[in-house]
């Protein structure tokens, strides 16, 4: 399975470096965030990228071969098919500024396209070919885009959908299918990051497999998440908190926040040694009632949600 984690900052180099450095394929995946697997899948299915080859056939890759990576990053994560990035990159240059933006219907088609590969692989109860197509999804689009564009709609679609004969039996195999991929993903992100968060369910407020894109969207190379398991008492957040010591504790809700339900995050945010924070779309509709309060809300949206954390743990930890 192919796999994009997030860039890091971008370095700045001089003329002279432009010029003269190489690298090799291990450091230019430290520092785009592009894996090797995947550099290799853009230069010999896509053409994307062409390092040179030592004698022995070790790629090397120029500061211009990475500026390249990096903007082929920046139209997936705009949503484009890596096979349309060539075509684009052809056009407007190696590398350039994202200008230029494509018809919202061309990408929506494509995401459709995957979405109706997916729902005959359903159809057919084809673990196996569910399996591949998921793989391509992941080398052609970010995490993001793979999930909340194509994965996540198609989830929530035959979740409607549930009560139509056969209908129910596709969609407990996706899910399953998902959460299985999603943790073993987050279980491959564990390590000794330097920052700890909590995440849990508010109990009956959500699903497992929204809860753990939740913990998937917000880990990093630097923050590590422990998922609590859903049923997790609410009255014993506090204790758990105490025993974990982490940055912060984030709580997930779909359902749109009520009054008592915001005076219980109140008092728990009171007790507790770390930072609060609430996530999905409960965070969404919570703004305006904790405005001005401690508690965090880092919204729904994976791209958006991680950003929110990175900006109130960088509060917190400067304190």
Request: glycine share 8%; charged share 20%; net charge neutral.
């Amino acid at each position: 399975m192919v796999t994009i984690t997030e860039p890091p900052q971008a370095l700045q180099f001089s003329h002279l470096e432009k010029q003269e450095r190489m690298f090799p394929i291990r450091e230019v995946a430290r520092l785009t965030g592009v894996n090797p697997v995947t550099l290799r899948a853009w230069e010999r299915r896509y053409g994307l990228i062409q390092p040179t080859r030592t004698e022995s056939g070790h790629r090397l890759y120029s500061i211009t071969d990475i500026e390249r990576v990096r903007s082929i990053l920046g139209w997936i994560g705009r949503g484009v098919a890596v096979s349309k990035v060539a075509r684009i990159l052809a056009k407007t240059g190696a590398v350039q500024v994202l200008s230029s933006s494509i018809p919202d219907e061309l990408v929506q088609a494509d995401y459709v396209q995957w979405q109706t590969q997916i729902k005959a692989a359903l159809s057919h109860f084809d673990d196996v070919e569910l399996g591949q197509i998921y793989g391509q999804v992941f080398s052609t689009y970010s995490l993001t885009v793979t999930f909340q564009d194509i994965l996540m709609p198609l989830w929530a679609q035959l979740l409607q959908q549930h009560d139509l004969f056969g209908q129910a039996s596709e969609w407990v195999m996706l899910d399953g299918f998902l959460r299985a991929r999603v943790l073993q993903r987050l279980v491959l992100m564990r390590g000794l990051q330097s920052i700890r968060i909590v995440i849990a369910a508010i109990e009956g407020h959500c699903r497992e497999l929204e809860l753990l894109l939740a913990a998937l969207y917000l880990g990093s190379s630097e923050v590590g998440v422990r998922v609590l398991a859903l049923g997790q008492p609410f009255d014993e957040l506090t204790l758990v908190c105490e025993k974990i010591k982490p940055h912060a504790l984030v709580l997930f809700s779909n359902q749109a926040p009520t009054s008592d339900f915001i005076r219980r995050l109140n008092r728990l945010a009171m007790g507790l040694d770390c930072r609060l924070m609430l996530a999905g779309d409960s965070a969404d509709l919570a703004q305006e009632s904790l405005s001005g309060s401690s508690i965090g809300c880092l919204g729904s949206e994976g791209v958006l949600m991680q950003q929110r954390l990175q900006q109130y743990l960088a509060g917190t930890l400067d304190t």
